[in-house]
């Protein structure tokens, strides 16, 4: 568990990150952490905004977690864990640039890598503008090098399966696939030219 | 001047967003950071911030005046007693 102390620096969506950073099943062990997430915590740049229209001093707490990667910074702080954090910020390829960021660190040499996926409603403020909202969701998965799945690109975009199951704003299909061993591709992006391919199991393979 | 330590813990608490800290927890004469509460530097920002917004006090950043301000709640409440302007 978090201590409290570090806890109460986060918002509900950041908590929700951490609760499954801390979750028993992930057993972190100083893996490198690549945090994904549309906005992370938008509604705190939104208070300290509306703090200087209003007032004038904003409160150096919230300034100090206004950045993308406060939560897993949060999380590095509370485990005293030198390992290396990589935030991503993507609008509706979020699933890929996480992977692929992952990707590049095992190539590099790491065992294993944690992805964590969060995102959640934006300020009502921003309705207006808000095309595909998200729902609030938190999941973290390790990556590890292995025969199970891999990365596929085809620049004409033949892949048969239609991005109609792509949520521009959402890493959700993304948890999905994983869970679902009855899919064996996720179309990444809506050009349909990066699709994450479920391998079959190798005949023999213990 | 026992309303105004009690205002004074309710202050942090709610400024700092203490969680699962009542007024009755925080000792009147324990140190505010690093031991006791165990509050850092950018509680001290944050706590700087409530002061000036509640009592119009404006506290200069790392001088030793401050740091003894800052002290306990006891001083704190000390200071704004003498200090306050609303």
Known sequence: MMPPLLRR???????????VLYAPALAYADQPVVFCSRHA?????????????????????????????????????????RAPVVALASENQLALSGILEALAQIADGAPSVILVFCDGPLPTLFSPFIKNEASCFAFA???????DYCLG?????????TPSALSPG???????????ETRNALTLTEMADWQLLRLAPEVGHA | MSDLIDEIKTLIIEALNLEDVTVADIDTDAPLFVEGLGLDSIDALELGVALHKRYGLTLSAETEETR???ASVR???EYVSAHRNH
């Open chain 1, 9 to 19: 620096r986060a918002y509900p969506l950041g908590r929700a990150a951490l609760e």
């Open chain 1, 41 to 81: 915590e938008i509604d705190r740049s939104l208070v300290i905004q509306q703090a200087l229209a209003a007032e004038g001093p904003v409160s150096p707490q919230e300034f100090s977690m206004a950045v993308h990667n406060a939560i897993p910074g949060l999380f590095m702080i509370a485990k005293k864990s």
């Open chain 1, 141 to 147: 998965l390790e990556m590890t090098a292995g025969k």
């Open chain 1, 153 to 161: 690109y085809d620049e004409a975009g033949t892949f048969t399966e």
């Open chain 1, 170 to 180: 959402s890493a959700l299909p993304l948890l999905r696939f994983v869970l679902d």
């Open chain 2, 68 to 70: 003894q301000y800052f």
């Open chain 2, 75 to 77: 001083r704190l409440a």
